[in-house]
């Protein structure tokens, strides 16, 4: 059975940092593409970073280009979305997610979320 479980939850405030965690089990990780996304209320789901298999490559949306920086570490099966210079709007609820291709991503699986509050 697949879980993604995110940590790192916390309230923080705007200019300050955070670090979120995605630890992954049952699924060979090393293999996979993740993705954080977030989604704040009353907003769409929204496509953050991802990182590819070996952490060659990645890719940052541009509302966090710059700020935010996703790693892995493929020997604990981790993921992690640095977050800097946070702002208010970031306030949401984050997930990690994975898919089987970098090229095709199609996120099967995901992680129950945690929630980011920035204060202004």
């Known amino acids: 059975q697949v879980q993604l479980a995110e940590s790192g939850r916390g309230l923080v405030q705007a200019g300050g940092s955070l670090r979120l965690s995605c630890a992954a089990s049952g699924l060979t990780f090393s293999s996979y593409t993740m993705g954080w996304f977030r989604q704040a209320p009353g907003k769409e789901r929204e496509f953050l970073a991802a990182i590819n298999w070996n952490g060659g490559s990645t890719e940052y949306a541009d509302s966090v280009r710059g700020r935010f920086t996703i790693a892995r570490d493929n020997a604990k099966n981790i993921v992690y979305l640095q977050m800097n210079s946070l702002k208010p709007e970031d306030t949401a609820v984050y997930y990690c997610?994975?898919?089987?291709?970098?090229?095709?991503?199609?996120?099967?699986?995901w992680g129950q979320g945690t929630q980011v509050t920035v204060s202004s």
């Open positions: 997610a994975a898919s089987r291709s970098w090229i095709q991503r199609v996120y099967g699986y």
